[in-house]
């Protein structure tokens, strides 16, 4: 857990240096002479994170959507909510304005009610291929930004042409 901690805080001090690289629409202004770099958060942003590894992924969702600027809604899986709950006091410890983070715990089904909030700008979800395919259709049609990170480790694209088992060894 302590290595999983630092992991987290490395993440926060990487996006919170990072700020000032962000990129955005730069817009001349003829008139005055000079450009300006216009930044624009999305809004609110739904992380919804995975029972493994639950505070890494956490601060890997939380860390950039802060950095540029947006709100957070994040939920952990229903089976460890801690690591988020401890989150949040470190949240309220760094002063955070109140509404910049917010934690909900529960079941599954409270991460689809969030996906498919109105109010929700982006949804961001790391599990199983199965919940990430009903998040994809609960925000279809939808403006929503989706981003998912789905399935088990070590994926391989195996062509036509290989030789089988050998694919399936390695």
Known sequence: ARDEAALGARVFEFYAGA??????ETIPLAKAGFDFTLRQPMGVIAAIVPWNFPFPIACWKVAP???A???VILKPASTTPLSALL??????????????VNIV???????????T???????????????????GRGVAGS??????????KAANIVFDDAPLDQAVEG
């Open 69 to 71: 600027g947006n709100t």
């Open 117 to 135: 909030h109105p109010d929700v700008d982006k949804v961001a979800f790391t599990g199983s291929t199965e919940i990430g395919k009903k998040i």
């Open 105 to 115: 715990t529960g079941p599954g089904e409270i991460g689809m009610h969030l996906a």
């Open 87 to 100: 989150f949040a006091d470190v949240c309220v410890q760094a002063d955070l304005p109140p509404g910049t």
């Open 19 to 24: 700020i000032g690289r962000f990129g955005g």
């Open 143 to 152: 403006d929503k930004a989706l981003t998912l990170e789905l399935g088990g």
């Open 65 to 67: 959507a802060l950095a």
